[in-house]
């Protein structure tokens, strides 16, 4: 078996992550904006006799970096090892993805071209002279549909035929005076560093150009002054710096090659894409539709998901409680290791999964969102309103997919191309609302607001976001000073996305949540389980080790509404995981209840009784979504007059304190993952700390504020 490493690069957006997901079944992330990728993945792949290994990289448009992910590219190009570049390009914007190609191509490096959305460009009525293309690059260039696996077959081969025949593209003509520096830089590298093997005209160019924190890397240096000297003559003659020369000379070859190989259709109609932008992106109607979508989107996950959370509520808190409760007392196993099992372990990851249904649908919501090209357009519409808190629209996008994983968002924010403003994202993103606090969230919803969900769920978002950008101005004036440069990010035309597309990748965030819950989430609730029976068999929960902790901070909360030693205790235990915060809660007041011991067990009633629950559940989800598309409002039944937990928030809570707590548990410290990816990110325990210690106080403040206004409302 040979192995073929394979360097995927491209433009932003032009299909990299998708095209390899088709070549190799992977399941690398992919999504309709620039910046999906934002560092190294891989993905291997048998065929034949060969190994192919395909290394997705963050897309960029040139091999001179200004952002994190770009500087991922372009060191992989340089420094690694690997036999074969798989350039993905956008074929309906061939022009400027040529651009990149004559970059690659100085990287003397065998190369296949994948032409990919040639599905879209047939569309538009863009006709590709392929074979002339070929025929004028020397490599091998594929047209491909990567949503359709088309072209996949053809990809594999070429990949291994250039590999075999070691094909290297043809070299470019730069004209005349670039040729003669090129030979001076080459004369010059022999005489400083004689052993050195074939310099690439890559390297050349990086040279010339002076890129110091990659030539440092690569360990080949001259001295500035003798090369400032070469350069004197084309800074005197055409007047501009060197590296805008150079763009100069690439674009031209790059429009001339797309010029003698693609054809346009002589006239041009309205595409869809700028149909619906023209009233998308509308100055007035833009930021409406934006929250019309978000409220939407809500409503809908809420009415698909409610009904089947009291489903496995009741199948795991009730029924299999039951059965496993019985089956381990008949298999003679001791009263505190079943306490251990059941209380501990059972209904605290059980309650947290009983949740899956809310954070799958919000999941799929932003997934479908990310899919169709609308996150690019919701950062467009923000970067108005961004300006004015020191940040720009593309600062949205990770804020916005903080809505999924905190911790996502951190990684995203390798695209921004400032320090300052990269940072500050940073320290904001834990007020975006992340997928672990919705179990907080529907489960007070239900116990308090149960015909207004998605407006509750709305304000609670847009709270965070607000609070984000108000905390972005100050920061922005006093610590993170800088100004954002403009906003330049593709608007990519919408694209429907495949129902398995879409599977997949909610599917993909939402198992990080279901894997959480099987790990961290069950070993903290161990934690919790030993901290609420210490010192042994207390008589009270309240008199454990966790009811004396929570009555000693107590009173921290009070002012906010909720200062009893359950809430307390629940909200610390949630500082490594938010969804932490419901199981203490279940623990804590779900303990007490008790079944019947008397109750003859019968697994067949039981199933019955399930079954025919679950059916009655599905139809709610239908009564529900009809009302919602009819924009009734629901008269079905309210949350059903509590049992176990919720009744004991309802006699715990007022609506105006569990509006607090709701507040509280959005903006205090997310989760120690994401504590742990900004250690690494930002490359400072001090900043984490700072982070912790700002959140805690701003959560505190928006909660005290929100309590006393809820107070006098609700
Ligand atoms: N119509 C069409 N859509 C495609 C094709 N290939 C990819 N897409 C869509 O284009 C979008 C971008 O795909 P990705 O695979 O995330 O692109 P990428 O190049 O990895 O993007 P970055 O990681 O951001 O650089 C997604 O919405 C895909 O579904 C294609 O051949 N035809
Ligand atoms: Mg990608």
Not at 159 to 170: C, G, Q, R, S, Y
Not at 477 to 504: C, D, H, Q, V, W
């Amino acid at each position: 078996m040979k192995e073929i490493k394979i360097a995927v690069v491209g433009n932003p957006n032009t299909g990299k992550s998708s095209l390899i997901n088709a070549i190799a079944k992977a399941n690398l992330q992919v999504g309709n904006w620039p910046g999906v990728t934002v560092e190294k993945k891989q993905a291997k792949l048998s065929y034949k006799n060969y190994i192919l290994h395909f290394i997705d990289l963050p897309g960029t448009y040139s091999l001179t970096p200004y952002t994190v992910d770009e500087t991922i590219t372009r060191d992989f190009l340089f420094l690694e090892d690997y036999d074969v570049i798989l350039c993905v390009v956008d074929t309906t914007n061939l022009e400027r993805n040529l651009y990149f190609v004559v970059q690659l191509i100085e990287l003397e490096k065998p190369m296949v071209i994948a032409l990919n959305m040639f599905d879209e460009a047939k569309k538009l009525g863009y006709k590709v002279d392929i074979k002339f293309l070929q025929d004028i690059l020397k490599v091998k260039a594929i047209p491909t549909v990567a949503v359709k696996e088309q072209g996949v077959e053809e990809i594999k081969e070429a990949l291994i035929e250039v590999f075999e025949k070691a094909i290297v593209p043809t070299k470019l003509p730069y004209g005349e005076e670039l040729e003669d520096l090129i030979k001076t830089i080459l004369y010059r590298i022999k005489a400083v560093k004689p052993d050195l093997e074939r310099v690439s005209l890559a390297v050349v160019f990086k040279l010339l150009e002076g890129e110091e924190d990659l030539l440092k890397k690569l360990g080949i240096e001259l001295d500035r002054r003798e090369i400032e000297n070469i350069l004197k003559h084309i800074k005197t003659v055409h007047e501009v710096e060197f590296s805008d020369y150079l763009l100069d000379v690439r674009y031209g070859l790059a429009t001339g090659i797309a010029k003698m190989v693609l054809q346009r259709p002589e006239i041009r109609r309205e595409t869809f894409t700028e149909k619906i932008d023209k009233i998308v992106l509308n100055r007035i109607l833009g930021i409406p539709l934006f929250l019309l979508v978000m409220w939407l989107s809500f409503k809908v996950a809420f009415d698909v998901a409610n009904p089947y959370i009291d489903f496995l509520d009741k199948a795991i808190n009730e029924v299999f409680r039951k059965w496993i409760e019985a089956g381990l007392s008949s298999a003679g196993i001791t009263d505190w290791l079943i306490s251990l099992m059941v209380d501990g372990i059972w209904v605290g990851v059980g309650t947290v999964l009983s949740f899956i249904p809310i954070i799958g649908m919000i999941m799929f919501m932003i997934t479908f969102l990310e899919a169709t090209g609308y996150m690019a357009r919701a950062a467009f519409l923000m970067d108005r309103i961004m300006r004015y808190f020191g940040l720009q629209g593309k600062a949205f996008i990770p804020l916005l997919m903080g809505f999924g994983c905190n911790v996502s968002s951190v990684y995203a924010c390798r695209t921004l191309e400032q320090e300052h403003e990269r940072k500050l994202t940073m320290f904001i993103v834990p007020f975006m609302s992340c997928g672990a606090r919705l179990p907080v969230y529907a489960l007070f919803v239900a116990a308090f607001f149960a015909t207004h969900s998605a407006e509750v769920l709305l304000f609670l978002y847009l709270l965070g976001i607000a609070v984000a950008l108000s905390l972005a101005v100050i920061l922005h004036k006093t610590y993170f000073k800088g100004i954002s440069g403009p906003f330049i990010m593709e608007l990519p035309p919408y694209r429907i996305p495949t129902f398995k597309n879409l599977a997949i990748h909610t599917w993909l965030k939402l198992k990080h949540f279901v894997i959480k819950a099987g790990t961290w989430v069950l070993a903290f609730n161990i934690l919790v389980w030993m901290a609420l029976n210490l010192p042994w068999k207390p008589e009270k929960p309240e008199d454990s080790i966790l009811g004396k902790t929570g009555h000693l901070i107590a009173p921290i909360f009070k002012p906010l509404g909720f200062g009893d030693w359950a809430s307390s205790a629940s909200l610390l235990a949630g500082f490594p995981a938010k969804e932490v915060v419901v199981s203490t809660m279940a623990q804590i007041y779900g303990g007490d209840v008790e079944d019947n011991p008397q109750e003859e067990l019968s697994f067949k009633e039981d199933l019955k009784e399930l079954i025919l629950f679950f059916a009655e559940k599905t139809k709610e989800v239908g009564v529900n979504l009809i009302s919602t598309f009819r924009i009734v409002t629901l008269t079905a039944e309210v949350s059903e007059e509590g049992t176990g937990i919720l009744s004991e928030l309802q006699n715990r809570f007022t609506p105006a304190s569990a509006l607090s707590f709701m507040v509280f548990v959005l903006l205090y410290f997310p989760c120690m993952v994401y504590a742990a990816t900004v250690r690494i990110e930002a490359g400072s325990f001090k900043f984490v700390c700072q982070i912790i210690l700002v959140t805690f106080i701003v959560a505190w403040i928006v909660s005290f504020v929100v309590y006393h206004l809820a107070r006098l409302i609700l």
